[in-house]
């Protein structure tokens, strides 16, 4: 079954993380991402929400186990740990 990985974290600068993200689509769809949304809270702009969509729980779990997605997220400007949610679409 589908599933989708929920990551909420603080970011030094929206701007900065924004386009170091985006840099990084490439990097997301060769580790099985095949779709992925960005929110924002309007009243603080340094905490995201994004969902990564993936064919099945197990490339969530490969994804976000693989050391690189750790570099990845705080070479964006991730501050600490982020909070990671695996979910399956019923």
């Given at each position: 079954m589908?599933?989708?990985?929920?990551?909420?974290a603080?970011?030094?600068?929206?701007?900065?993380?924004r386009?170091?993200?985006?840099?990084?689509?490439?990097?997301?769809?060769e580790?099985g991402?095949?779709?992925?949304?960005?929110?924002?809270?309007?009243?603080?702009?340094?905490?995201?929400?994004?969902?990564h969509?993936?064919?099945?729980?197990?490339?969530?779990?490969?994804?976000?186990?693989?050391?690189?997605?750790?570099?990845?997220l705080?070479?964006?400007?991730?501050?600490?740990?982020?909070?990671?949610?695996?979910t399956?679409?019923?």
């Amino acid at each position: 079954m589908a599933a989708i990985l929920l990551i909420k974290a603080r970011v030094t600068a929206y701007d900065h993380w924004r386009s170091a993200h985006d840099e990084n689509s490439a990097f997301r769809r060769e580790h099985g991402v095949i779709g992925d949304e960005v929110y924002c809270s309007p009243e603080d702009m340094t905490s995201v929400l994004v969902l990564h969509s993936f064919d099945t729980v197990d490339a969530a779990q490969r994804f976000i186990s693989d050391p690189a997605f750790a570099e990845t997220l705080h070479a964006t400007g991730v501050i600490g740990n982020p909070i990671l949610t695996i979910t399956e679409v019923l």
